[in-house]
C-alpha cells in the first residue's frame, strides 16, 4: 500500500451526560479521526483517543495533532507500507506519542483488512463472532449509579465497572453488592491510593469483585505486587500497560493477574498483538478498555475483542452508552449483552462522512 493521501479531521460530541472519574468530569469530547488512502483509492480510518487535557495520560488532542502534523503524516505521505505490523518500527523515529502513533496504525489495519476483502477481526486472528458487553459506571451520587446499572442490568451488559477513588469506595460498592447480590462487578480506582490505604483494599477485598482496576500509580510495579500478594482479588492493570514492555514488567513482577489493552493509548494493534501473544503465553487474561470513544476505535476494540484471548468482558459499550449520534452509520449496537463481530471488510461499520464534514471543527488534508 502506498499512502498518498491522509485527511486529519478534528471534531467534538457532546456526551448524553457527564462522565466522572477521580481526575475529574468529561462533558464534550474532543478527538481526532484520520482517513488514510492508497494508490488504488483505498481507505482507512483511525481514531486518536486522547483527551482535551492530559488527566489521564500525557498525551492531548493538541500534542497528538502536532505529533501527526508535524512528523508523522509527512512521514508516511508517499511511503509503501507492505502490512501495519510494520508501524510500531516505522513510527520509532519519535519517541512517545503513542496515541497519535496509534491513530495512524488504526487507519493502516482498516486499509489492510479493506485491500484483502476480509473483516478486520478475522485479519487480526480472531474467531468469535460476537463478543460481551461491559460498561462502565462514572462517579456521582450512589441514587443515580444505582439507577444507570439498573438500566444496564436491563439492556443486558455482561460486566459493570464502578469508578472508585478514596470517600467513594467500599460503601457504595457495599450497596451495590446488596442491591445487585449475583452483579459481575469491578472496580476502577484510576491510580488514586497510595501503600497507607492498605486496610481500605483489604476491605474492598471482602466484597468478591471480579478484580480491581489499577490501585496505584502507572509506574507502581513493585507495590502493586506487594498488594497482589495480599489481595485475593485479582489486580488489573491499566494506566500502567502503555507498551509490550510494560506488559511483560507486569507479567514478570506479578504486578497484577489481569490485563487491560486500549489499541489507542498504546501506539495501535500492532503492539496489542504482541500483548496479547504474551498474554496467551503467559496465561493471562485480558479485556479490551474502552476511552470514551468514538464508533470508529470502538469498532476498532471490536475486531480486537474477537480474538482468544480477550476471555473478560471489556469497556465496549453501544454508541448509545455516551453519544446522540456516533460517526458511524446506525451505530454499534448492543443486543442482549453482546455485539456483532462484523462479517463485512475493513472495520464492517460504515463512517458518515457527511456528519463527520457537517460537525469537523477542522478538516486538514496532506
Ligand atoms: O480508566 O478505563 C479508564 C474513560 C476514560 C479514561 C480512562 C478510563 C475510562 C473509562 C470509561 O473507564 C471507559 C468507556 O466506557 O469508554
Ligand atoms: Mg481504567
Not at 496515541?99 to 484483502?116: E, F, G, N, R, V
Not at 461491559?134 to 449509579?145: K, N, P, R, Y
Request: glycine share 8%; charged share 25%.
Amino acid at each position: 500500500m502506498k499512502i498518498e493521501n491522509i485527511i486529519l479531521y478534528r471534531l467534538s460530541l457532546s456526551l448524553k451526560s457527564p462522565f466522572s472519574t477521580k481526575y475529574g468530569t468529561v462533558k464534550d469530547r474532543e478527538f481526532l479521526l484520520l482517513k488514510v488512502k492508497d494508490e488504488t483509492g483505498a481507505v482507512g480510518w483511525g481514531e486518536c483517543v486522547a483527551f482535551d487535557a492530559p488527566w489521564y495520560t500525557e498525551e492531548t488532542v493538541d500534542t497528538c495533532e502536532y505529533a501527526l502534523k508535524h512528523f508523522l503524516i509527512p512521514f508516511l505521505k508517499g511511503k509503501k507500507v507492505t502490512h501495519p505490523r510494520e508501524t510500531t518500527k516505522l513510527f520509532s523515529f519519535v519517541q512517545g506519542h503513542s496515541m497519535a502513533k496509534a491513530s495512524l496504525d488504526l487507519a493502516l489495519w482498516d486499509l489492510y483488512a479493506k485491500k484483502l476483502g476480509k473483516p478486520l477481526g478475522k485479519v487480526l486472528g480472531g474467531t468469535a463472532s460476537k463478543i460481551s458487553s461491559g460498561v462502565a459506571i462514572g462517579i456521582s451520587d450512589e441514587e443515580s449509579m444505582i439507577q444507570s446499572i439498573d438500566r444496564y442490568v436491563k439492556a443486558g451488559y455482561k460486566r459493570f465497572k464502578i469508578k472508585i477513588k478514596p470517600g467513594h469506595d467500599y460503601e457504595v460498592l457495599k450497596k451495590i453488592c446488596q442491591q445487585f447480590p449475583d452483579l459481575p462487578l469491578m472496580a476502577d480506582a484510576n491510580a488514586s491510593y497510595t501503600f497507607t490505604d492498605m486496610s481500605l483494599l483489604e476491605q474492598l477485598d471482602t466484597l468478591n469483585l471480579m478484580m480491581i482496576e489499577q490501585p496505584f500509580g502507572k509506574d507502581e510495579f513493585f507495590q502493586h505486587s506487594e498488594l497482589q500478594k495480599v489481595l485475593k482479588t485479582p489486580i488489573c492493570l491499566d494506566e500502567s500497560i502503555t507498551s509490550v514492555e510494560k506488559a511483560y514488567q507486569a507479567i514478570q513482577f506479578k504486578s497484577c493477574k489481569i490485563l487491560v489493552v486500549k489499541p489507542g493509548r498504546i501506539g495501535g494493534l500492532s503492539p496489542s498483538l504482541q500483548i496479547h501473544e504474551l498474554a496467551l503465553k503467559h496465561h493471562f487474561p485480558l479485556w479490551v478498555g474502552g476511552m470514551i470513544e468514538s464508533g470508529v476505535s470502538r469498532a476498532h476494540n471490536v475486531a480486537l475483542a474477537s480474538l482468544p484471548g480477550f476471555t473478560i468482558p471489556g469497556d465496549i459499550s453501544a454508541s448509545d452508552r455516551y453519544w446522540r449520534r456516533d460517526v458511524v452509520k446506525k451505530g454499534i449496537k448492543v443486543s442482549d449483552g453482546h455485539i456483532e463481530v462484523p462479517s463485512e471488510s475493513g472495520l464492517g461499520f460504515f463512517i458518515d462522512e457527511p456528519f463527520i464534514d457537517q460537525i469537523a471543527t477542522k478538516k486538514e488534508e496532506f
